[in-house]
Structure formats: structure tokens, C-alpha cells
């Protein structure tokens, strides 16, 4: 079964320093792994994903993750935070199927950046 | 619509009512997913619909839920009998199928609290 593990719960950095969410997966496949960020009383909204090749991936608001295979692990990172980016992240993982499979989330880290 | 919209986006009910909760996808998205945020639980997969395929309940948490899904683009969710631990948000989310396509758009939630 697929599994996703984000060890904080909080993220604290200040405004215009660099910020990594970490995220670790298992699962008993090929992996899709996405990031999601979800602001006060809203959705989720899709950050960027991870299907192959490169594996530094580039998403929105300046926003990247590395894949690592040998280390299963996702991390999110920015090179200079913002105070708009305090938000609640979600990493996510589904299997690479000729069809979609339902995503599983980890918990969230709860990103606060200070000015 | 330009993205998922869910109705209603509260619902405040009393122990032992039904609830119904309705989700419109993204126009051409023929995966709709279900999933419920709860505090401190992390978002968790319901419910999946993919075209006409038979849908994936293997995340409904007990025979009270159900859903389903008509002509392939609106869903609902009914939640019989409420109990106090089915208050949470509960989130739809519409995707297209294929390889790489599999990003999944989230709609603003249904907050439920059941009293």
C-alpha cells in the first residue's frame, strides 16, 4: 500500500531565506508524486508534479521538488520565501497506471514565514 | 465553470439526519474523486468515479456513506444517519485520465458539522 510521510508539523523561516518541506513516500511501483498547498478556508490548489524524467521539477509561485528515488523522498523547496506563502503544504503520491488511481496525502506541514 | 464548484459550501445538522452533498467537476474531467479533511486526520480518500467503470468505494468509512455519480459529471455524497465524528470538510476533485494527465483539480470543500 502507498504511503506518505511529511515529519513536520511546522515549518518556521524567515521572509528571503530558502524553505524545504520534506516528504517521504513508499509505495510498490512507479510513483506520481504531486504537491498541493492550501490557504485559509480554500481548496487545494496543485502546486507541480513528478511523472519522469527531470528530476528536479519546477512548479508555480517559484516553487520546485526534487525527486530521489534512492531516498524515496519528495522535498518541497523555494530559494527565497515569501510571507504569502504561509499555508498549509500536502504532499501526495498515486501509481503510475494506464488509468488514475486515487491520490494518498500525507498529514501537511504548516508553513509559517516570518517578515 | 472554470473549476470544481461544491454545494453547500456549510451544512450545520443535527445527529441522525441525512446530508447530501454535491459536487459539479470541470467540464470533460471524467475522474471525480471524493476525499474528507478532518482536524489532525489529513485529507482522506471516499470515493473514486472513472467514466463508467464501476466506482471505487474501498475508502467509504462505513455503509452509511454512498455516492454517486449521474450522465458522468455531477456527484453526490449522502451521508446517512450523521454522527458527531463525520464533521469534517469533505472535498471533490475532478481530473482528466491518461498518462500525465493526472493532476487533480480541487473544489473549495463542504464544511459539515454535525451537532
Redesign the interface.
Known amino acids: 500500500a502507498q504511503s506518505v510521510a511529511q515529519p513536520e508539523d511546522q515549518v518556521n523561516v524567515a521572509e528571503g531565506n530558502p524553505l524545504t518541506v520534506k516528504c517521504t513516500y513508499s509505495v510498490s511501483g512507479n510513483p506520481y508524486l504531486f504537491w498541493y498547498v492550501q490557504y485559509p478556508n480554500r481548496g487545494l490548489q496543485f502546486l507541480l508534479k513528478y511523472i519522469t524524467g527531470d528530476n528536479l521539477v519546477k512548479g508555480s509561485y517559484g516553487f520546485e521538488a526534487e525527486f530521489n528515488k534512492s531516498q524515496t523522498s519528495f522535498h518541497l523547496k523555494k530559494p527565497s520565501a515569501l510571507v504569502s506563502d504561509s499555508a498549509l503544504y500536502f504532499c501526495a503520491v498515486s501509481l503510475q497506471f494506464s488509468g488514475n488511481t486515487p491520490l494518498v496525502f500525507g498529514k501537511g506541514t504548516r508553513l509559517s514565514v516570518i517578515a | 465553470g472554470a473549476g470544481?464548484s461544491q454545494s453547500p459550501s456549510n451544512k450545520v445538522t443535527e445527529k441522525g439526519k441525512d446530508v447530501e452533498l454535491r459536487c459539479d467537476p470541470i467540464s470533460g474531467h471524467t475522474?471525480l474523486?471524493w476525499?474528507r479533511q478532518s482536524l489532525?486526520?489529513?485529507?482522506e480518500?471516499l470515493i473514486?468515479f472513472?467514466g463508467n467503470s464501476a466506482p471505487?468505494k474501498s475508502?467509504l468509512p462505513s455503509d452509511r456513506f454512498s455516492a454517486e455519480r449521474t450522465g458522468g459529471s455531477v456527484s453526490t455524497l449522502t451521508i446517512q444517519r450523521t454522527q458527531q465524528e463525520d464533521s469534517a470538510v469533505y472535498?471533490c476533485?475532478s481530473?482528466l485520465?491518461?498518462?500525465?494527465r493526472?493532476?487533480?483539480?480541487?473544489?473549495?470543500?463542504t464544511r459539515l458539522t454535525v451537532l
Do not use: H, I, K, R
Open positions: 470544481v475522474a474523486y476525499y489532525g486526520q489529513g485529507l480518500f473514486y472513472q471505487d475508502g472535498l476533485a481530473s485520465v491518461g498518462q500525465g493526472n493532476e487533480q483539480f480541487f473544489g473549495p470543500g
